[in-house]
Antibody, heavy 121, light 107 residues
Framework: QVQLVESGGGVAQPGGSLRLSCAAS????????MHWVRQAPGKGLEWVTF????????YYADSVKGRFTISRDNSKNTIYLQMNSLRPEDTAVYYC???????????????WGQGTMVTVS | SYEVTQPLSVSVALGQTATVTCGGK??????VHWYQQKPGQAPVLVIY???NRPSGIPERFSGSNSGNTATLTISRAQGGDEADYYC??????????FGGGTKLTVL
């Protein structure tokens, strides 16, 4: 079945780095744009970043621009989130999510992973 | 930047109809999507492009979007519908936007 599995979360010190991964299965990964969305404890959802199906375009929320980098390896059906210069306000559950339509990026997020917790303290 | 507003909470009696709103300037011109999130779980898409239900989502869930308000309607509300509900859309100036979320309580 269609599935996304995140990994790589943990505890980091302010100014430190972490790298998250999201492994996809059950669909043609190389045809879909992918997102990272985060949720701070007790707060709402916040879109973080998006990468086109072929990695040609990437977009970032202002809150992470210049510190976070999204990438993908279509041979491994995996996207990554490299998080540098971490701040306490980056503490959140990080979800990866699949764009609903192929070769697009402006649609609903139809499949979500279970999330991975990042704590900056 | 594009801003959207959701009520913090909505209550509905068991078996009655709940409405969750998402307000924004000319939101009727955008494609609005809705997600349900239960405690400790990932969000689940329940309505896409204003009115469409993904497979597996009950017909009790419906959506509309016009003017400055998009609406998620849950008919015959059940205890299992208790959750946080988020609207989401794409905006050319702000990129992907989520509403602040609405906590639905079924009494």
């Amino acid at each position: 079945q269609v599935q996304l599995v995140e990994s790589g979360g943990g505890v980091a010190q302010p100014g430190g780095s972490l790298r998250l991964s999201c492994a996809a299965s059950g669909f043609t990964f190389s045809s879909y744009g992918m997102h990272w969305v985060r949720q701070a404890p007790g707060k709402g959802l916040e879109w973080v970043t998006f990468i086109h199906y072929d990695g040609s375009k990437k977009y970032y929320a202002d809150s992470v621009k210049g510190r976070f980098t999204i990438s993908r390896d279509n041979s491994k059906n995996t996207i990554y989130l490299q998080m540098n210069s971490l701040r306490p306000e980056d503490t959140a559950v990080y979800y990866c999510a699949k764009n609903q339509r192929e070769y697009s990026g402006y649609d609903a997020f139809d499949i979500w992973g279970q999330g991975t917790m990042v704590t900056v303290s | 930047s594009y801003e959207v507003t959701q009520p913090l909470s909505v209550s509905v009696a068991l078996g009655q109809t709940a409405t969750v709103t998402c307000g924004g300037k000319n939101i009727g011109r955008k494609n609005v999507h809705w997600y349900q999130q239960k405690p400790g779980q990932a969000p689940v898409l329940v309505i896409y492009r204003d009115t469409n239900r993904p497979s597996g989502i009950p017909e009790r869930f419906s959506g509309s979007n016009s003017g400055n308000t998009a609406t998620l309607t849950i008919s015959r509300a059940q205890g299992g519908d208790e959750a946080d509900y988020y609207c989401q859309m794409w905006d050319s100036s702000t990129a992907w936007v989520f509403g602040g979320g609405t906590k639905l309580t079924v009494l």
